[in-house]
């Protein structure tokens, strides 16, 4: 595994249903960021999680959003009852430690991307 | 939620030609970083700045961290088909080194 694993890449779901989307953090991280991006927009952090805990959840919607990061498996942003407003692209980042200097020193890679749509 | 101002927005050119683009904020920042974004991909980093002034290189592509640390700009020299993409800048305020603020992206096309 040589980069952030997200699954699925495309999920469809209908309003009112649950998606759950799946984000393996690079060997060797214990930090994952969950972002979401909207058409024609940059990315908007929703999330930071170290194993088994919520460090910020500032960017998550109050409603319908929760993530977790158990001590085994991936991370899981889960989104109850969807609306059309969800669909969006959502990204997961990962990184080995708490970023002192910034990310990319400490190597926060990005994922492909989970492109939910809501029918 | 904050956003950094970045522009332009989307740029047609040809190959061969360099391109340059901006990003300015009304905070101060204590990283700047630049991302490329392929379709239907996650971002991948280009180059990181750390300090004020700090100018850095990466190939083709040239970064600045503006001396107000307000603003950075990249360069990417005698461009190329694969320079294709969406090119976004995103920034780490002071005090809070957990969460990137993203520009809105510069659509760039490259006519061969």
């Known amino acids: 595994n040589a980069g952030v694993m997200q699954n699925p890449r495309h999920l469809v779901r209908r309003r009112g249903q649950e998606a759950r989307l799946r984000c393996s953090p690079m060997?060797?991280?214990?930090?994952v960021y969950w972002y979401r991006q909207l058409p024609e927009e940059g990315l908007k952090f929703m999330v930071y999680?170290?194993?088994?805990?919520?460090?910020?959840e500032s960017g998550m919607p109050k409603e319908r959003f929760s993530a977790e990061f158990p001590k085994e498996g991936p991370s899981i942003l889960r989104i109850q009852q969807v609306v059309r407003g969800d669909s969006a692209a959502y990204f997961c980042?990962?990184?080995?430690?708490?970023?002192?200097?910034?990310?990319?020193?400490?190597?926060?890679?990005f994922g492909s991307g989970t492109r939910l749509t809501v029918v | 939620g904050q956003q950094l101002n970045q522009s332009p927005q989307s740029m047609f050119i040809q190959e061969g030609e360099d391109v340059s683009m901006n990003c300015t904020s009304s905070s101060i920042f204590n990283t700047w970083l630049w991302y490329k974004q392929d379709p239907g991909e996650g971002p991948v980093l280009l180059i990181a700045?750390?300090?004020a002034g700090e100018l850095t290189s990466n190939g083709r592509l040239t970064a600045q961290f503006g001396i107000t640390r307000k603003d950075s700009f990249l360069n990417i020299s005698a461009s190329i088909p694969s320079d294709v993409g969406i090119y976004f800048c995103a920034g780490q305020r002071a005090g809070n080194n957990r969460k990137l603020i993203w520009g809105l992206g510069t659509s760039l096309a490259v006519n061969p």
């Open positions: 700045l750390y300090k």
């Open positions: 999680l170290q194993k088994e805990n919520i460090i910020d």
């Open positions: 060997k060797g991280h214990s930090h």
């Open positions: 980042a990962s990184s080995p430690t708490f970023p002192d200097r910034g990310p990319a020193l400490y190597g926060y890679t």
